[in-house]
Each structure stands twice: as structure tokens, then as C-alpha cells.
């Protein structure tokens, strides 16, 4: 009984989102087609597990956004949808190529990677990264990679300090050179604790700044969710603070609460909020700016610049 009263009280807020939060997922046909190739493969996007509401769209303009490693994650972030709260899974050997196969078969033009916290792993999962990255270009020399990491902070070594593991974590991806290196930073300084249980803002600036750091060649890039009781100067401040460690582009969007369990929507922004936003941003340097209520991480991932 607990369960379906939990369920009628989310339908019920979620009938209450504005208008602007509502939108349709796109070509039915496409979503199907996608879904059905991941299924057969056994593979996760972060499409499908966290429930983007921009993935028909994406799918439509040829790109996705594979998670790796798995769909259950070492943390427990009081946003986020994908699975947590008990032990991963172990990594399927087969999975890099079959991430490759899904990509070459759905003529992707651009991907993104992303991944669950492995704090378990010895290296936080950065050569899995590494390898998944390779099996692509092997199939599909001409798509272009993005990846999106988590911090790379867990794990232990007696012998290696965090930050120096976590910064050969970084090598090794920076080393395989992906079209972008993006890490976010998911909201301002005040609200790390309750929003991302497991992290550090100033750990993920350092992963920002580490990266410029290697290559300052290399494009950037972070999100932050707009909804968890921010205010706009603390937003503009955590732009800044992105400007600060060479980031150069960002994406906000709105936080929607996935289910009962998780962290409640304290405002809905309005879209003129985000265009302000987003113009703030554009001057203060950021190259590729995309801001509005439903923009995610990858959403318009694949291209270089934009203005509006």
C-alpha cells in the first residue's frame, strides 16, 4: 500500500510541473530502435537509466551517451536516478566491444561515456575508459568521443596519495584523447553535502583544473542543476569558479526528482531565468553554452560552439 500511495504522490507532481518542463520523447520509432539495440547487447546508457527527457531527440541527431561499468554506482547522490545501495556488478570483458558494435551499427556521429562512481576498482574505472574509447575508433575511427567522468578519487593504495591517484586516473584518460573531458559539478558550493554524497567541489575543480593542466588543448566542460535551493549569486559564483580552472563549456538545466527517495525540487526556474543565465555564462568566457530547463550533460554534446 506504501508503494502505490508513493506512487500517486509522484504522479501527482508531476502533474503539477509547469509547462515548460513538459515535452514529448520524440519518434517512437527511433527510441525503439536504440532501446532495442542496447537491450540485445546488454549494454546501459544514461540515456535510458537516468530518463532523460531530451534522449528522442538525441537519438534522432545520431548521438547517446553510454554509462559503463555497469548501472549500480559506489555512491549515493541525493539527485541522481541511476541504481545504488548495494554491491556493483562485475565488469563484463565483452563490454567495450560491445559498447563499439551498438556504436557502429547506429552510425553514431558522436558519443558520450560516462560511468557509475567504481570507487571499488583500483583505478576508479579509468582504463575502462581507456578501452572503450579504442574499441570505438576501431569500428568507427570518425566518431568523436566525449567522456564524462566521475572524480576518480576512491579506491586505496598505501603507497600513492589520493590526489596523486586521481590524478594518473586523469592521465589515462586525457592520454587517449577524447573530444571533450567533462566532469560536473552539479550545483553550487553550500549544497554539496546533501546533492553529492560522496564528493567535493573543490576535488571536482581540481579534476577540471588537472585536465587543463595536461593539455590545454583539450576542451572542458561541467553541469549544474538548477532546483535544490540555489541562489543566482551563488550560481554565478560557481561559473566563476569553473572560469577560474580553465572550463570551457557548461551546460545548466533543471533538477527533476526522479522518485519519492530522492532530494525535493525546491524551485522550478523559469526559462527566462536560464536564458539570463546562459548569457551571464557566455560573457564570462564559456565557448559552448547550452541553458534551459530540460538541457542535460550531453545534450547537444556534438557541437563545437554555440551561441544561443
Avoid at 24 to 44: F, T
Avoid at 263 to 282: C, K, M, T
Wanted: contains cysteine.
Amino acid at each position: 500500500m506504501a508503494d502505490l500511495d508513493s506512487r500517486a504522490q509522484l504522479r501527482a507532481e508531476l502533474a503539477t510541473l509547469p509547462p515548460w518542463l513538459r515535452r514529448p520523447l520524440g519518434q517512437a520509432s527511433q527510441m525503439s530502435r536504440v532501446q532495442r539495440v542496447i537491450k540485445q547487447r546488454q549494454i546501459h546508457t544514461i540515456c535510458e537509466e537516468g530518463r532523460c527527457p531530451n534522449r528522442g531527440e538525441c537519438y534522432a541527431q545520431g548521438t547517446a551517451t553510454f554509462l559503463l561499468m555497469g548501472p549500480t554506482c559506489t555512491r549515493a547522490c541525493g539527485f541522481c536516478q541511476v541504481d545504488k545501495g548495494h554491491a556493483p556488478m562485475a565488469l563484463d570483458p565483452q563490454e567495450p566491444q560491445k559498447v563499439a558494435d551498438a556504436v557502429e551499427v547506429l552510425q553514431l556521429r558522436y558519443v558520450v561515456l560516462t560511468s557509475v562512481a567504481r570507487d571499488d576498482l583500483a583505478d576508479g574505472g579509468a582504463g575502462w575508459f581507456v578501452k572503450t574509447m579504442a574499441a570505438i575508433r576501431e569500428r568507427c575511427p570518425d566518431t568523436q568521443i566525449e567522456v564524462l567522468t566521475p572524480d576518480f578519487w576512491g579506491g586505496r593504495d598505501a603507497e600513492t596519495s589520493p590526489e596523486r591517484r586521481q590524478q594518473q586516473r586523469i592521465e589515462q584518460v586525457v592520454a587517449a584523447e577524447p573530444a571533450c573531458f567533462n566532469h560536473n559539478l552539479e550545483t553550487v558550493r553550500r549544497l554539496q553535502g546533501p546533492v553529492r554524497r560522496g564528493a567535493k567541489y573543490d576535488r571536482s575543480l581540481e579534476v577540471l583544473r588537472y585536465v587543463k593542466q595536461i593539455n590545454p588543448n583539450l576542451p572542458t566542460k561541467s553541469g549544474l542543476m538548477l532546483g535544490h535551493g540555489e541562489q543566482e549569486a551563488e550560481l554565478i559564483d560557481a561559473m566563476a569558479d569553473l572560469r577560474a580552472v580553465g572550463c570551457d563549456r557548461l551546460t545548466l538545466g533543471q533538477y527533476m526528482r526522479p522518485s519519492l527517495e530522492h532530494l525535493p525540487v525546491r524551485q522550478y526556474w523559469h526559462p527566462e531565468d536560464f536564458e539570463r543565465l546562459g548569457q551571464i555564462a557566455r560573457e564570462m568566457g564559456f565557448t559552448h553554452v547550452r541553458s534551459g530547463p530540460l538541457v542535460r550533460s550531453s545534450y547537444h554534446a556534438g557541437e563545437p560552439a554555440v551561441t544561443g
